[in-house]
T-cell receptor, first 119, second 110 residues
Framework: GAVVSQHPSWVICKSGTSVKIECRSL??????MFWYRQFPKQSLMLMAT?????????EQGVEKDKFLINHASLTLSTLTVTSAHPEDSSFYIC???????????????FGAGSRLTVL | QKEVEQNSGPLSVPEGAIASLNCTYS??????FFWYRQYSGKSPELIMS????GDKEDGRFTAQLNKASQYVSLLIRDSQPSDSATYLC??????????FGQGTRLTINP
């Protein structure tokens, strides 16, 4: 089946540094990927939609200059948390649609997630 | 009003019984509905998808959709301890966006 690989699975960084998270579709092409954030005991909140070859679409309230998204190829999207602060500590999960165009076009496959801790 | 609402639980069900999870949504034009299961510390995994009114069965799982009432549910028959997890209801909004409910924490008691 379709697999989305996410790396790193966990990262600890100092406040003020930047962290890059990679999301790869391993056996399919993903023109669109989605980045979610999940705080403890809360649901997934969509941060942005990553579009291959064009700018990402950010949800209201998400700072595009802080959360940089690059989708340079059909199999790779990256999320960079710039100048991270403790409040950015969260579980970041990427996802991609499988079989776009099929009636189940909105079925998302998720990566394993990246747990970010900012000290 | 939240776009997708679920009872956060916790919901406790004895092993072997039926677990019933409910979800309501606010966007009448939503076309696709999903149930994801999320174990603690893990990312969500798709359990069921449903697109038309009625019931859809897959093994021990049955999804039910009622678009007129803007209601979708998930039944788990013969509940097992391994079913203990948080269950997320997700509903499409527009062409691409998937909106999640807050999740219901389910515990199956042996």
């Amino acid at each position: 089946g379709a697999v989305v690989s996410q790396h790193p699975s966990w990262v600890i960084c100092k406040s003020g540094t930047s962290v890059k998270i990679e999301c790869r579709s391993l056996d399919f092409q993903a023109t669109t990927m989605f980045w979610y954030r999940q705080f403890p005991k809360q649901s997934l909140m969509l941060m942005a939609t990553s579009n291959e070859g064009s700018k990402a679409t950010y949800e209201q309230g998400v700072e595009k200059d802080k959360f940089l998204i690059n989708h340079a190829s059909l199999t790779l999207s990256t999320l960079t948390v710039t100048s991270a602060h403790p409040e950015d500590s969260s579980f970041y999960i990427c996802s991609a649609r499988v079989n776009p165009g099929f009636s189940g076009a909105n079925v998302l496959t998720f990566g394993a997630g990246s747990r970010l801790t900012v000290l | 009003q939240k776009e997708v609402e679920q009872n956060s639980g916790p919901l406790s069900v004895p092993e072997g019984a039926i677990a019933s999870l409910n979800c309501t949504y606010s966007d009448r034009v939503s076309q696709s509905f999903f149930w994801y299961r999320q174990y603690s510390g893990k990312s969500p995994e798709l359990i069921m998808s449903i697109y038309s009114n009625g019931d859809k069965e897959d093994g021990r799982f049955t999804a039910q959709l009622n678009k007129a009432s803007q209601y979708v549910s998930l039944l788990i028959r013969d509940s097992q301890p391994s079913d203990s997890a948080t269950y997320l209801c997700a509903v499409t909004q527009g062409a691409q966006k998937l909106v999640f409910g807050q999740g219901t924490r389910l515990t199956i008691n042996p």
